[in-house]
């Protein structure tokens, strides 16, 4: 697997999908997540298949190979986003997510600062998502790494917040932006009253320390309206977009009206 993915990256059959970020009370598309895509070529009639990033982005953070596929990412993240700015005036948040491993393995900060300058997109418009796991590495390292690249402006978020080693101290330390409350919570929420009470629990912490609370994993008006009565800000799942590639992105955005109720009639 390690070699076709090595393989994979020099034939250039990793792609990225894009899938939209909403803004609940306005109902207005905010931003993109890119997410990575392998499509694996085979003897099948269709060609080759999708290989799920949940599968390869381990074996990539393994050997190493995460490094230079996190670049291309962020390369063709920046890229696209800065298309969709200058030729259709659309002015939305790419998110890119970033493994532990970029942060101990390279200096993500001053590559991130390189390709946004070279791309020229506005770094305010570029966030990075991190997991939990970034703040168990060398902590005095992710720290300056951290505040080196909200000092260039980039915007950070906290991706399945609530399924890692959460301590709270370092939301104070760290120039954090926004939490992603984790899917299984969304999920499960409307049958389980302990997952409930963990989304609104982020939620309310969020609220608390100023910082803004995406939901990930929304797929029914149910999951939506649970969100909406406890004050979540953005949204984010099956219920408004799959991820999509770049042209069907701008598809979506060009037919959408901005009203988050015209998604209630797919029900
Ligand atoms: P993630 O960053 O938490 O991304 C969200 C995942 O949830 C995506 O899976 C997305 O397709 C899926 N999803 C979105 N809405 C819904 C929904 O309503 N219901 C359900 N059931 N799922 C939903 P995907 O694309 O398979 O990515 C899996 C994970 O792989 C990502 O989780 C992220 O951790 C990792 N990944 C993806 N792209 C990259 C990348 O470029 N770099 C790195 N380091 N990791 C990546
Ligand atoms: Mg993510
Ligand atoms: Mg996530």
Same mark, same amino acid.
């Given at each position: ?6 393989? @994979? ?6 792609? #990225? ?5 909403l ?12 997410? #990575?895509? !392998? ?5 099948s009639?269709?060609?080759g ?15 190493? #190979? ?5 670049? !291309? ?7 696209? @986003? ?20 970029q942060?101990?393995?390279s ?10 300058? =070279? ?7 570029? =966030? ?15 720290? =300056? ?11 950070? @978020? ?10 709270l101290?370092?939301l $104070? ?35 608390? #320390? ?6 990930e ?6 999951? =939506? ?8 800000d ?7 977009? $799959? ?10 955005v ?14």
């Open positions: 697997m390690l070699r076709d993915l090595r393989d @994979a990256m020099e034939k250039e059959e990793l792609q #990225l999908f894009y899938q939209p970020q803004d609940l009370q306005t109902g207005k598309i905010i931003g993109a997540e890119a997410l #990575l895509r !392998w499509w694996k070529k085979d003897a009639k269709e060609g298949a999708f290989i799920s990033p949940g599968e390869f982005i381990p074996i990539a953070e393994q050997s190493g #190979l995460i490094v230079p596929i996190g670049e !291309w990412v962020m390369r063709k993240a920046c890229t696209t @986003a800065k298309k969709w700015h200058d030729l259709y005036g659309m002015d939305i948040r790419i998110a890119i997510n970033v493994s532990a491993h942060f101990s393995q200096d993500i900060c001053s590559f991130t600062q390189k390709t946004i300058g =070279e791309i020229g997109i506005n770094p305010h418009k570029v =966030e990075l998502e991190v997991t939990e796991s970034v703040f168990m590495d060398d902590i005095q390292h992710t720290i =300056e790494s951290l505040q080196n690249l909200h000092a260039i402006g980039v915007e950070l @978020a906290i991706d399945d917040f609530g399924t890692g080693y959460s301590s101290s370092y $104070r330390q760290f120039p954090i932006d926004r939490l992603k409350i984790d899917q299984s919570f969304i999920r499960n929420a409307l049958n389980d009253p302990d997952d409930a009470s963990i989304a609104r629990t982020i939620i309310a912490l969020g609220r608390a #320390l100023n910082l803004f609370v995406i939901a994993g929304v797929e029914t008006k149910e999951h =939506e309206r649970f969100l909406v009565a406890e004050g979540c953005e949204v984010q799942g099956f219920r408004y977009c $799959r991820p999509i590639p770049a042209d069907d992105f701008m598809e979506f060009t037919n959408y009206d901005g009203d988050i109720k015209s998604f209630d009639k797919q029900d």
